[in-house]
T-cell receptor, first 114, second 110 residues
Framework: ETGVTQSPTHLIKTRGQQVTLRCSSQSGHNTVSWYQQALGQGPQFIFQ???????GRGNFPPRFSGLQFPNYSSELNVNALELDDSALYLCASSLDPGADEKLFFGSGTQLSVL | SQELEQSPQSLIVQEGKNLTINCTSSKTLYGLYWYKQKYGEGLIFLMM?????EEKSHEKITAKLDEKKQQSSLHITASQPSHAGIYLC??????????FGTGTRLQVFP
């Protein structure tokens, strides 16, 4: 167990809807990264939050947005869902951006868009 | 093309056999991570390699980093069904924003 928890574990939405995924970081970790993993692929970096500010973003459109709260928990919001958004969404926390420490991953939220 | 290429893409071995998974980067490697993933679940950290020539072992899994070849290998000795899963290599690009390979799917049959 990494101490990173994600909710919900599974979610089914229809095209055009909006979704919010949640992540609680491991205690003491102030950096949260979100990844999207499509079936049969490796995780793709979406964005990272450090002390409530976005600290880097991958190649994802603006309809993917995030928040980090003072307790370092985080949300990933996706608007106008598309079929290709179906994937496993992983949250990972770390102590500081740039620290030579491993990322601690949650178990993920499996999102299906119909 | 992928910045991190893993080979093979999938592997089916008999219990007790040794196996090797490779990860090759098209860019200079500064830090290389190995993770294991059960299907549809989160990533479990295995090892991190930072220096050229570095080799680390944990139980029956050994990983090596060849900086000159921009390559890392993961070797499993005497495989067991518990080793089954997806093995992912990840490279440090900037400030622990890891990029990942597409993974190697390992099945171990009795």
């Amino acid at each position: 167990e990494t101490g990173v928890t994600q909710s919900p574990t599974h979610l089914i939405k229809t095209r055009g809807q909006q979704v919010t995924l949640r992540c609680s970081s491991q205690s003491g970790h102030n950096t949260v990264s979100w990844y999207q993993q499509a079936l049969g692929q490796g995780p793709q970096f979406i964005f990272q939050y450090y002390r409530e500010e976005e600290n880097g973003r991958g190649n994802f459109p603006p309809r993917f947005s995030g928040l980090q709260f003072p307790n370092y928990s985080s949300e990933l919001n996706v608007n106008a869902l598309e079929l290709d958004d179906s994937a496993l969404y992983l949250c990972a926390s770390s102590l500081d951006p740039g620290a030579d420490e491993k990322l601690f991953f949650g178990s993920g939220t499996q999102l299906s868009v119909l | 093309s992928q910045e991190l290429e893993q080979s093979p893409q999938s592997l089916i071995v008999q219990e007790g056999k040794n196996l090797t998974i490779n990860c090759t980067s098209s860019k200079t490697l500064y830090g290389l991570y190995w993770y294991k993933q059960k299907y549809g679940e989160g990533l479990i950290f295995l090892m991190m390699l930072q220096k050229g020539g570095e080799e680390k072992s944990h139980e029956k899994i050994t990983a090596k980093l060849d900086e000159k070849k921009q390559q890392s290998s993961l070797h499993i000795t005497a495989s067991q069904p518990s080793h089954a899963g997806i093995y992912l290599c990840g490279a440090d690009r900037t400030a622990d924003k890891l990029i990942f390979g597409t993974g190697t799917r390992l099945q171990v049959f009795p």
